[in-house]
T-cell receptor, first 116, second 114 residues
Framework: GAVVSQHPSRVICKSGTSVKIECRSLDFQATTMFWYRQFPKQSLMLMATSNEGSKATYEQGVEKDKFLINHASLTLSTLTVTSAHPEDSSFYIC????????????FGPGTRLTVL | AQKVTQAQTEISVVEKEDVTLDCVYETRDTTYYLFWYKQPPSGELVFLIRRNSFDEQNEISGRYSWNFQKSTSSFNFTITASQVVDSAVYFCALSEAQNNDMRFGAGTRLTVKP
């Protein structure tokens, strides 16, 4: 199997606080993980690519100081939204790449962040 | 850079009707992968199919079928005899072999009415 989990599934926080979202590959090792953001009724937009043991690569327009990504092990990547504001409210989805063939990614169930 | 276009924003059909969701893509890579995902209201993406650029065979899986045509850069998805449970947002996506990332189309919201 290839299962990816995310924690928490939902989080509500006050403006100005930081929120950490975890993404875990439960039954495989993932050298590469991806973070996507999805605003209501919109598509998934890639935020960053995270490689184990190295700095994440951010897409244009994504603030790396605001969205801190750490991929400390082959099964865990974390996304920290620092000093969150209401406009950061979104659905955050991670995925993990399994193997080098087929460009196969397995998606987590998503985390719904609401910033008050 | 790769690009995926799903021109149909919303489609509404009555149960048992057939429905086709269109997907057109752009890429300069000769090796690439196309995907379809279903996103129900819960938000979790459900993988439906992956097709690589060298395999133009159409595929059928139960009520689902896919038509891949490189000549028109299209990868259309048909649901036969639609059911209410098919109501969801469907995304087409493209991943090039040269890079890891996946680009999604805007999605098509399908509503199947009883």
């Amino acid at each position: 199997g290839a299962v990816v989990s995310q924690h928490p599934s939902r989080v509500i926080c006050k403006s100005g606080t930081s929120v950490k979202i975890e993404c875990r590959s439960l039954d495989f090792q993932a050298t590469t993980m991806f973070w996507y953001r999805q605003f209501p009724k919109q598509s998934l937009m890639l935020m960053a690519t995270s490689n184990e043991g190295s700095k994440a690569t951010y897409e244009q327009g994504v603030e790396k100081d605001k969205f801190l990504i750490n991929h400390a092990s082959l099964t865990l990547s974390t996304l920290t939204v620092t000093s969150a504001h209401p406009e950061d409210s979104s659905f955050y989805i991670c995925s993990a790449r399994k193997g080098l063939v087929l460009n196969e990614q397995f998606f987590g169930p998503g985390t719904r962040l609401t910033v008050l | 850079a790769q690009k995926v276009t799903q021109a149909q924003t919303e489609i509404s059909v009555v149960e048992k009707e057939d429905v086709t969701l269109d997907c057109v893509y752009e890429t300069r890579d000769t090796t690439y992968y196309l995907f379809w995902y279903k996103q129900p209201p819960s938000g979790e993406l459900v993988f439906l199919i992956r097709r690589n650029s060298f395999d133009e065979q159409n595929e059928i899986s139960g009520r689902y079928s896919w038509n891949f045509q490189k000549s028109t850069s299209s990868f259309n998805f048909t649901i036969t005899a639609s059911q209410v449970v098919d109501s969801a947002v469907y995304f087409c996506a493209l991943s090039e072999a040269q890079n890891n990332d996946m680009r999604f189309g805007a999605g098509t919201r399908l509503t199947v009415k009883p």
